[in-house]
């Protein structure tokens, strides 16, 4: 059974983050679209989609109270984060120390001021979810550091998983390049929107869903 309480999707601009939006409102979930920038066309045109929009982490929580009191609709009872990308380099030992910190902090720190700050907003066995990719499981030349923080994010959603006390933590590996997506170069597999939509509803709607769901 679908749940009454919206879903709030973190990334919600992004490649995959916006198509998971869309995915969701087509289904008939009421969707609460987070970014920090402008939303996508695609997704504010959508029926059943609430934008929020806040470009500090930290003033998310009451941009989203502020969000559901406009549109009269209640608190999320779900958060999807869609945080990070995809990004292919120079190798490790040549790649610039500046662009390591930013990965570090855009692909796995930031992931956890998400959780610090929205956690407060759910109930106990409310359905947390963190997309991850590919590179967490495989070593990918030119991708190293988007490998390292997708090891370390799976880590992450592991521990928290473990220390909670509220929600409930899963990881949905999207094993395979999403249609569409040009960043990836001659893909050998993909996986459509459609597919990481059915997967993650799978998570969001059943309490005994295991840790990790690939796709």
């Known amino acids: 059974m679908i749940s009454p309480r919206p879903v709030l999707v973190v990334g919600a601009s992004g490649f995959v983050g916006s198509r998971v939006a869309r995915g969701l409102a087509a289904g008939g979930r009421l969707v609460l679209a987070s970014t920090r920038h402008e939303l996508p066309d695609r997704v504010t045109v959508q029926a059943g989609v609430v934008p929020v929009h806040s470009p500090d982490t930290a003033a998310l929580p009451d941009a989203v109270r502020a969000a559901c009191a406009h549109a009269g ?73 988007i490998s390292v923080t997708g090891a370390g994010l799976a880590m992450l959603v592991q521990v928290l998983r473990l220390e909670s006390t509220g929600p409930r933590f899963h990881e949905l590996v999207i094993d395979h390049a999403v249609t ?30 295991p840790a990790v769901r690939h796709v």
């Not at 380099?89 to 998400?114: I, N």
């Not at 997506?181 to 799978?202: I, K, S, W, Y």
């Open 73 to 145: 609709v209640p608190l999320p009872g779900a958060v999807v984060a869609s945080i990070g990308g995809w990004d292919k380099g120079a190798p490790l030992l040549e790649s610039d120390r500046d662009h390591w910190s930013e990965t570090l902090a855009s692909h796995l720190t930031a992931h956890l001021d998400a959780a610090r700050a929205l956690v407060p907003l759910l109930e106990p066995g409310d359905p947390y979810v963190v997309l991850n990719g590919a590179a967490s499981r495989e070593a990918m030349a030119g991708s190293g550091a």
């Open 180 to 209: 569409g997506d040009g960043r990836n170069e001659d893909p050998a597999q993909v996986r459509t929107p459609a597919q990481v939509v059915r997967a993650l509803c799978e998570l969001l709607d059943d309490p005994a869903a």
